[in-house]
C-alpha cells in the first residue's frame, strides 16, 4: 500500500487549501481514509476520515464545517478540503489507511496501519 499526500502550502488565515492523497497497491473497498495532522510539539491528531466504499464520513469537533473529506474513487484519491483556515491549524497533515473500522473507531490512530509522508500547511495570521 502507497498513499501519496500533496497540496500543502502556506496560506493566510480565511483562506483555503486542497490536500490530495492517491493511495495505490491494492482495492480499498473495506477501508477507512483518514487525515491526521501534527503539530509542532504537539501529538498527532484526527481530522476526518471517510469509508472508502459507502463514503461514511466523520470529523474532529475542531475543523466541523470547516473542512471536508472526499474521494475519487476512479482515481483512487481521498481528498480533504479546508476553508477558513485558522494559524492553530498549522501542522503537517498525514493520510492514513485502515482496515475494516467501525465508525465510533475512525478518530483511533492505532487501528490505521498505512501512512504516507506528510504535508506542511502553514496558516498565518
Known amino acids: 500500500v502507497q498513499l501519496q499526500a500533496s497540496g500543502g502550502g502556506l496560506v493566510r488565515a480565511g483562506g483555503s487549501l486542497r490536500l490530495s492523497c492517491v493511495a495505490s497497491?491494492?482495492?480499498?473497498?473495506?477501508?477507512?481514509m483518514g487525515w491526521f495532522r501534527q503539530a509542532p510539539g504537539k501529538e498527532r491528531e484526527f481530522v476526518a476520515a471517510i469509508r472508502w466504499s459507502g463514503g461514511t464520513t466523520r470529523y474532529a469537533d475542531s475543523v466541523k464545517g470547516r473542512f471536508t473529506i472526499s474521494k475519487d474513487t476512479a482515481k483512487g484519491t481521498v481528498y480533504l478540503q479546508m476553508n477558513s483556515l485558522k494559524p492553530e491549524d498549522t501542522a503537517v497533515y498525514y493520510c492514513?489507511?485502515?482496515?475494516?473500522?467501525?465508525?465510533?473507531?475512525?478518530?483511533?490512530?492505532?487501528?490505521?496501519?498505512?501512512w504516507g509522508q506528510g504535508t506542511q500547511v502553514t496558516v498565518s495570521s
Open positions: 492514513a489507511a485502515a482496515y475494516g473500522l467501525i465508525f465510533s473507531t475512525f478518530d483511533d490512530i492505532s487501528k490505521y496501519g498505512y
Open positions: 497497491g491494492r482495492t480499498f473497498n473495506n477501508y477507512v
